[in-house]
């Protein structure tokens, strides 16, 4: 800015004592295109794309830069511009009575000469000294151009104090929105923000999350290539790299540039460049051979047509990118091909381009480049390159949309009717002297249609509607290349239909039909999840699996996500299952066991009891208290019975039954044994003179059966009432299980059935080890203490074992033990008087049994 603040003053301002002069500062700027009008309208074109290189030894004035190398192009759009003014002095709907003209320059792309062509649209060119005040009207009222975007910044820096208006066709850094530092500037081509959000919407859409990055280094690749990376980043995906260089660059610095990527991973390019440095970049990609990388462009050079031969097709075929949308411009072409030197003699821009068209000199003296001589004749009809081409019309009709917006804002000044107007107290601007200012308020609120149905207007930034079409450098069956449509992109359009591909086949790198990849690191797979690698982007990761109960259903989860509590996680952890439910049932080989068992035993009991009942009347039955035993075998028959409801799927009626009928029927089962114990011990007293115990004997054997079993009865009923025993679902056991099992309830009153039951169980040993060796030839109270032996060691052991065995094996220890205390009481008190009843009937007397044994004192 301060540059630009020093070369005005330097240019406008010559102040003496008296009065302000202008002084023309070394040789004149003139128009290399021009045409006197009623208004006169500005153009800038960079219509050369390279200066000659000048050594600045800052010791003399330094020498005019010098251009070459025309571009065709460029000399399309400047043409183009001619035509729209032509067909607007020909139309009398628009500016009726007025004659545009226009004063088009060449600035090479560069900065300084986009400067010096603003000074001389601006204020004009005279060689000569003048005493007019350098405080006068501006030449044109508006400037078109120009088409890189840093001269477009120093042209729109220049005017923007005087409030001219300069209109771009191509030049679009995001940064020429800012209203603040560019008031006067307006484009008809879309701001870079879109097309580089647009870009990292593309890349993320094929799945790209590994890209390189090449820009122009000026404020258009800057500036894009910041917003690419930006909204790249929000997409997901890394840059591995990002290059910038210029067309003016050293070869060493291309040269390195090319190394980085032929030596990167990633497969795809994002090339935010102008063509200038496509150019300079593609002739050494294609020294060295670099083929196979997919290219993404940007719209400055993806449909540059002269860059489409079939050696850059080598290296650039199936490069995808977004452009403006085609138009076509009725008679642009005919227009285009009646160009001729003839048209304007002397102009040597027009020589050049005839020259260097048909290779052939215009001079009529020798030259010594032995170049045939032109006739003149030559016909731009049968010329096929860059400037005939009209079948890409894109930048070419934002020129013409750029003339035609700066003609509709000068319509509206003269057809304004007073009291209508638009400035202070509704006035007009004065139609004899336009001023830029007048013509930059209307610019603003132009809005107008072409010939083709297109609306244009500007929004508040000085912007176009962003709408873009994605093109694929596709080959045609000639040999040569074409620019396909294969998608669109409309700014104005809600988030998420921006972006839509078209139904049309997409040629990729190398001609192929099969979508490269380019990620850093494979994707993670349901299952597992990503762990970024230390130390680098987060596209690099490394795939964990997910741990026991947790899961990702997604690719490139970043979390696993842990299942609840009812589920657990596959064995590929992509998905959340419920639970194996595990309880003891009938289906499982241990519980078809036990319950084999169950019924076993139940079984031998009816069938001791059915031998007791067959010899009911023999001795020995009768001496062990027949009534006891047949109570005995029914108290034993239930428990074994009892041991069935601990099989099968816990419910609130199973759990409630289980406990309480296995407190009551083993209590029942030990007051028996408890009553027969008590007889044999009354029944040794008997004997005794002078003792009526035994007429007693009955009544008391009933009665301890009848109340040992009715306080477990009330203990059992408590415990229902209090706090039952309910079904519930244990997840502590197992990660990958639900246990189904019976909850206590009340731990205390599980624990008091058990205790009442341990307390009879010691008490019949206790009274059956002081009866075991009283004289008689069929002791029972032997066979009571080694079953009660054998009650207490297995329900000693079934403590630790039934508190320490987890999930189902905790119902397979307690019916154990049910059923080996039921077997060893059943077995020790009932085999041995079968055994007598049906293999030793001959001791089965009253008088072997009555036959005295040696006395042993208790």
């Known amino acids: 800015m301060l540059l630009w603040a020093v070369v005005l003053s330097a240019v406008f301002f010559n102040t003496t004592a008296i009065e302000t002069r202008c002084r023309i500062q070394g040789k004149a700027e003139f128009p290399q295109l021009s045409k006197d009008g009623d208004i006169i309208l500005g153009g800038a074109f960079s219509i050369h794309s390279q200066t000659a290189d000048k050594l600045l030894s800052f010791k003399t004035k330094p020498e005019r830069l010098e251009c070459n190398s025309i571009n065709f192009r460029e000399f399309r759009f400047a043409q183009t511009m001619i035509f729209a003014i032509e067909e607007i002095n020909n139309n009398t709907e628009i500016l009726p009575n007025v004659t545009l003209g226009y004063k088009i320059y060449d600035d ?61 066709h191509f030049a679009s850094c995001a940064c020429l929105s800012n209203r603040n530092k560019y008031p006067s500037f307006f484009r008809t081509i879309p701001s870079d923000y879109y097309q580089s959000r647009a870009l990292a919407q593309l890349v993320k859409h094929f799945g790209w999350t590994w890209v390189g990055a090449i820009r122009s280094d000026n404020d258009y690749g800057n ?7 930006q909204a790249a980043q929000q997409e997901g995906v890394c840059i591995e790299y990002s290059e910038a260089i210029h067309r003016t660059n ?46 993404i462009g940007s719209e400055s050079w993806i449909t540059a047509r002269h860059l ?13 990118g977004f452009t403006i949308n085609k138009s076509i411009i009725r008679g642009l072409k005919e227009f285009l091909v009646n160009v001729h030197p003839s048209q304007v003699p002397g102009n040597d821009l027009l020589k050049e381009f005839w020259e260097t068209t048909f290779s052939c000199t215009l001079q009529t003296q020798d030259n010594t480049e032995d170049l045939k001589q032109c006739t003149g004749s030559e016909n731009l009809r049968e010329v096929n390159n860059t400037y005939t081409d009209v079948s890409e019309l894109r930048i070419s009709n934002n020129v013409y949309k750029a003339v035609y917006a700066a003609a509709y804002s000068l319509h509206n000044l003269f057809t304004c009717k007073n009291s209508q107007g638009p400035f202070s107290d509704k006035t007009c601007a004065n139609k004899m002297n336009i001023e830029p200012w007048q013509v930059l308020h209307n610019l603003k609120t132009v809005n107008f249609t072409t010939k083709t149905g297109e609306n244009v207007y500007f929004d508040k930034n000085g912007d176009p509607i962003a709408r873009y079409e994605l093109v694929n450098w596709q080959r045609t069956k000639e040999a040569s290349v074409k620019f396909v449509t294969v998608g669109y992109y409309d700014a104005s359009l809600p988030a998420g239909q921006q972006f839509a591909m078209n139904a049309v086949s997409i040629v990729w790198a190398g001609d192929q039909h099969t979508m490269p990849k380019s990620v850093c690191s494979e994707s993670c797979p349901p299952g597992t999840r990503k762990a970024v690698q230390k130390g680098k982007p987060v596209c690099c990761f490394d795939c964990i699996p997910c741990a026991e109960g947790e899961i990702s ?42 319950a084999t068992f169950s019924l076993f035993g139940t079984c031998v009991g009816i069938a001791i009891a059915f031998v007791f009942f067959l010899y009911r009347h023999t001795p020995i039955v009768k001496a062990n208290n027949s009534e006891l035993s047949f109570l005995l075998l029914f108290s034993l028959a239930l428990c074994f019975l009892c041991a069935l409801t601990f099989i099968g799927q816990p419910s609130e009626w199973s759990c409630m039954l289980r406990h309480t009928a296995f407190g009551i029927t083993f209590v029942l089962c030990l007051s028996c044994v408890l009553g027969k114990t008590i007889v044999v011990l009354m029944a040794f007293k008997a004997t005794l003179p002078g003792n009526n115990v035994k007429k007693h004997s009955g009544s008391v054997q009933w009665s301890s059966v009848f109340i040992s079993t009715l306080i477990q009865v009330l203990i059992c009923t408590l415990w229902l009432t209090l706090s039952p025993p309910f079904p519930k679902k244990t997840m502590t056991y197992y990660k990958d299980r639900i246990i189904l099992e019976c909850d206590l309830g009340s731990a205390a009153a599980f624990y008091a059935v058990l205790g009442y039951i341990g307390f009879l169980a010691a008490m019949c040993f206790v009274l059956a080890f002081l009866a075991r ?18 009650f207490c060691a297995v329900w000693i052991t079934f403590i630790p074992a039934y508190i320490s065995s987890p999930g189902k094996y905790t119902v397979a220890v307690e019916i154990f033990a049910i059923l080996a205390s039921s077997f060893g009481l059943l077995f020790c008190i009932f085999v041995p008087k079968c055994y007598i009843i049906l293999l030793k009937p001959e001791t089965n007397t009253r008088k072997h049994l009555m036959g005295k044994m040696p006395s042993k004192s208790l």
């Open 108 to 168: 090479c792309g560069s900065v300084p000469l986009s400067i010096r062509t603003t000074m001389a649209l601006m204020n004009g060119q005279e060689e000569t000294l003048s005493d007019k005040s350098c405080i006068k009207p501006a030449i044109v009222p508006a400037i078109i151009g120009e088409s890189e975007s840093s001269s477009a910044i120093a042209m729109a820096t220049t005017t923007g104090p005087f409030h001219i208006p300069v209109i771009s």
């Open 223 to 229: 500036s894009g290539m910041a917003t690419f990376m």
């Open 250 to 295: 050293p070869k060493e610095k291309i040269i390195k540039t090319v190394d980085i990527i032929k030596k990167s991973t990633s497969k795809v390019i994002v090339a935010f460049l102008a063509q200038g440095e496509v150019e300079v970049l593609l002739r050494e990609i294609l020294l060295q051979n670099v083929t196979g990388l997919q290219w």
């Open 308 to 320: 489409a031969t079939e050696d850059s097709y080598r290296v650039l075929g199936g490069a995808i």
């Open 553 to 594: 259903n997604c690719t490139d989860s970043i979390d696993c996500l842990k299942c609840n509590l009812e589920h657990w996680s596959n064995e590929n952890h992509d998905q959340c299952i419920l639970k194996d439910i595990e309880f003891l049932s009938y289906k499982d080989n241990m519980g078809i066991l036990l």
């Open 773 to 790: 060796k009283l004289p008689d030839n069929f002791n029972e109270a032997k066979y009571i203490t080694f079953s009660m032996l054998i």
